[in-house]
């Protein structure tokens, strides 16, 4: 008998509970964001869907975004909502107008909404993408390559002079007629912060004058987008002759060495014939 009048009890409690959320509840049914992933600067705005599931109609509802940890700000619009009355099975939306800090970095940011009616508050959250394209700089930075059938490095810059850092970037330095590859071809050099440089150095024997480099790219961003690119770097050579005469190397002495010596076996046998001769005398 206990055990009936127990199950009977926790029935009705469990059913008044059901009740009484039935009476009172909103939903929040999607949220949603134009543009998807925004640049910094660029304005956003953001939908919020709500559903009045209860049997009664509810008054003074009031809708908040939480922008203290997420670099947005209210534009045309505050950071509160209220909505005077949201009938029974009614559905209404929920505008905010919001733009992205100059100040932001890129990444996926949590922003938590409340919406309090009756004494009732209930929270979610919401998820908004900023997203800024990284810019890479490439240029030579040095060689030690001068004319063309010698073999020596060439070390390539890379500047990162975006707003965006860039993540696992590798460099492939393509096959050419122009030269053969000493070292490996692959180069990985990694992350590079905004404002900052990396380099990345190949060890190559330089067969003519067409000194251009080309070099296939490849990184990703802070919302791990993955960027494929096509660069190419060049440098002057010259011939040896040319390199001579700017001063890039040092002249050859060689052939002055060669004449200097034959002179001095030219001068040897003239002395040597003219002491024979006069020895005959």
């Given at each position: 008998?206990?055990?009936?009048?127990?199950l009977?009890l926790f029935?009705?409690l469990?059913?008044?509970?059901?009740?009484?959320?039935?009476a009172?509840?909103?939903?929040?049914?999607?949220?949603?964001s134009?543009?998807?992933?925004?640049?910094?600067g660029?304005r956003?705005?953001?939908t919020?869907?709500l559903?009045?599931i209860?049997a009664?109609n509810?008054?003074?509802?009031a809708?908040k975004?939480?922008l203290s940890?997420a670099p947005?700000?209210?534009?045309?619009?505050?950071t509160?909502y209220?909505?005077q009355?949201l009938?029974?099975?009614?559905?209404?939306?929920?505008?905010f107008?919001?733009?992205?800090?100059?100040?932001a970095?890129?990444?996926?940011?949590?922003?938590?909404?409340?919406?309090?009616?009756s004494?009732?508050?209930?929270?979610?959250?919401?998820?908004?993408?900023?997203?800024?394209k990284?810019?890479?700089?490439?240029?030579?930075?040095?060689?030690d390559?001068?004319y063309?059938?010698?073999?020596?490095?060439?070390?390539?810059?890379?500047?990162?002079?975006?707003l965006?850092?860039?993540?696992?970037?590798?460099?492939?330095?393509?096959?050419?007629?122009?030269?053969?590859?000493?070292?490996?071809?692959?180069?990985?050099?990694?992350?590079?912060?905004?404002?900052?440089t990396q380099?990345?150095e190949?060890k190559?024997?330089?067969?003519?004058?067409?000194?251009?480099?080309?070099l296939?790219?490849?990184?990703?961003?802070a919302?791990?987008?993955?960027?494929?690119?096509?660069?190419l770097?060049?440098?002057?050579?010259?011939?040896?002759d040319?390199?001579?005469?700017?001063?890039?190397?040092?002249?050859?002495?060689?052939?002055?060495?060669?004449?200097?010596?034959?002179?001095?076996?030219?001068?040897f046998?003239?002395?040597?014939?003219?002491?024979k001769r006069?020895?005959e005398?």
């Open positions: 008998m206990k055990k009936i009048i127990f009977t029935i009705f469990l059913a008044i509970q059901v009740f009484q959320v039935k009172d509840d909103i939903l929040i049914n999607s949220v949603n134009i543009p998807k992933e925004a640049s910094l660029e956003v705005d953001v919020i869907n559903e009045n209860g009664k509810i008054k003074n509802i809708v975004l939480d940890q947005f700000a209210p534009v045309d619009s505050s509160e209220i909505i009355e009938d029974s099975d009614e559905s209404t939306s929920v505008p107008s919001l733009i992205v800090l100059p100040t970095t890129p990444g996926i940011y949590k922003i938590p909404i409340e919406v309090a009616y004494n009732v508050t209930k929270k979610a959250l919401i998820s908004l993408t900023v997203q800024v990284p810019q890479l700089f490439v240029e030579l930075d040095k060689t390559i001068i063309a059938g010698t073999s020596g490095n060439v070390i390539i810059k890379f500047v990162n002079n975006g965006a850092d860039i993540k696992f970037l590798t460099v492939i330095l393509d096959n050419s007629q122009s030269y053969d590859i000493l070292s490996s071809k692959t180069v990985y050099i990694g992350n590079i912060d905004r404002d900052d380099t990345a190949f190559i024997f330089q067969k003519d004058r067409s000194s251009v480099l080309p296939k790219i490849e990184y990703r961003d919302n791990n987008n993955l960027y494929r690119d096509n660069k770097v060049s440098f002057n050579t010259y011939t040896k040319q390199a001579e005469k700017l001063g890039l190397i040092k002249k050859s002495n060689f052939m002055n060495y060669i004449i200097f010596i034959l002179i001095i076996i030219v001068l046998l003239i002395f040597k014939f003219r002491r006069k020895n005398w």
